[in-house]
């Protein structure tokens, strides 16, 4: 009934008009952004002195998980890091003496994303159950975490990726139903749905300013949205990957957007200028990426890849700068902790390791 | 029916959404690299990854001294 008094409302409105001005209006999009594509990021960054990368060491090994490690994410305490599993498990750990601390069983396998709350005292985590469900960290004395876990939200298909959007009070998720949602923790209830991904989404980030308005996704429809949090709109794409987009970052500075896809390249979309702005990829590259990641001060770009491998790129020359060697299956993840000391990086090879 | 107007209802969203970036107010990418730029500069001090540490002293992951004060 309403769709019919729509219908009515602008009878100018017809399939082949709206196709018609989308045409015209894609073409328009296309030319505003080449026309202000006066130079490259990389001929810029070419003028400035090559940074001297200190090596990288591995420090800890995190053992521990039966199968697949799917996420990690670092605590607040810059200390410890929650890591999920195909195991159907959640392990938080002391990343300073890489000792396992609790272990939350959950009913499903492949626990897909996990995250910690601002206050570093709640994580949520899900993942084929479709679920997002949330436990206190750590439990209150003689209590189990497992039983402390309490469902938040349920989509249609699998939960993908999930983050606390600067309170514990909310969360934002992703799904293999290709919406993206924010629901109140306590209540459980949908605050906002946030429909415009062709498929799966894949990935989250959350805008670094302090207003936290906004947030970016990443799906299986090669596309990189930014949304509008209040009105659940999307407020700018970029679809210029060849395949899945597997992970989404937000620069240091907020204004740009660095991607991970399927097609063995990461790339850089400035949100100002409305466009791609740098390519990070190599001939030699064929696997996919997997996760990525800024250093504190966005020079350096960190990216996980299937061929077991995570490498360091200099963002503003374009150019690889160092090659992490250790995982013995891809790379799901890479995490700055929150001071910039240091790298988590899982895998399928069942371990996560410290980096610094 | 439905069909069709699910259909335009669908292509509808698709085109406002079209205006909607189509109107947006964009920088040169000169203007957007150069923030770049400074941006970086201004942070890269703290970037212990790209800078290193003062002292290894301050890197809690460094490794643990084979010998300890008893």
């Known amino acids: 009934m309403a769709a019919d008094t729509a219908v009515a409302a602008s009878p100018e409105d017809t399939l082949e008009s709206l196709l018609r001005e989308a045409e015209a209006l894609k073409q328009k999009l296309e030319e505003e952004r080449q026309k202000l594509n006066d130079v490259s990021l990389c001929a810029v960054g070419a003028r400035l002195e090559a940074i001297s990368f200190p090596a990288l060491k591995l420090r800890r090994v995190l053992k521990g998980h039966q199968a697949k490690v799917l996420c990690s994410d670092w605590s607040p305490d ?58 206190p960290v750590p439990p209150p004395a003689d209590e189990d975490a497992a039983l402390r876990r309490r469902t938040v939200a349920t989509h249609t298909s699998y939960m993908s990726c999930c983050l606390f959007p600067n309170t514990d009070r909310q969360i934002v998720t992703g799904s293999g139903d290709g919406t993206c949602a924010l629901w109140d923790v306590e209540s459980g209830q949908l605050l906002q ?16 300013s302090d207003m936290g308005d906004t947030f970016a996704s990443g799906g299986c429809d090669r596309a990189a949205l930014v949304w509008d949090m209040r009105t659940g709109q999307p407020v700018q794409a970029f679809d210029t990957h060849d395949s899945d987009v597997n992970s989404v970052r937000y ?106 | 029916m439905d069909m069709m107007v699910s259909t335009l209802q669908l292509q509808r969203a698709v085109t406002e959404q079209l205006r909607r970036e189509a109107a947006i107010k964009r920088i040169p990418v000169s203007a957007a690299v150069a923030d770049i730029v400074k941006y970086i500069n201004e942070h890269e001090q703290e970037d212990c990854l790209l800078v290193g540490f003062s002292s290894q002293k301050v890197n809690p992951f460094r490794e643990k001294s084979s010998c300890t004060v008893l």
């Open chain 1, 251 to 356: 620069h240091p500075s907020g204004d740009s957007i660095l991607t991970g896809s399927d097609d063995s390249c990461c790339r850089l979309f400035d949100l100002r200028a409305d466009r791609e702005v740098a390519r990070y990829a190599k001939d030699s590259l064929i696997f996919g990426v997997n996760s990525v990641e800024w250093s504190l001060s966005g020079r350096l770009l960190f990216a996980g890849y299937s061929d077991y491998t995570a490498c360091a790129w200099d963002a503003l020359r374009g150019a690889r700068v160092c090659v992490l060697c250790g995982h013995e299956h891809r790379v799901t993840r890479v995490q700055l902790s929150p001071d910039g000391t240091a790298l988590c990086t899982a895998s399928w090879d069942a371990t996560l390791r410290i980096w610094a």
């Open chain 1, 78 to 135: 810059k200390r410890h890091v929650v890591s999920s599993s195909q195991d159907g498990k959640v392990l938080v750990w002391d990343a300073f003496t890489a000792a396992r601390e609790l272990t939350v069983p959950t009913p499903s396998t492949w626990v897909m994303a996990c995250a910690y709350a601002p206050s570093g005292a709640l994580v949520a985590a899900g993942g084929l159950d479709n679920k997002v469900a949330v436990f």
């Open chain 1, 193 to 208: 749905g946030f429909q415009a991904h062709g498929a799966d989404v894949m990935a989250l980030d959350l805008a670094p």
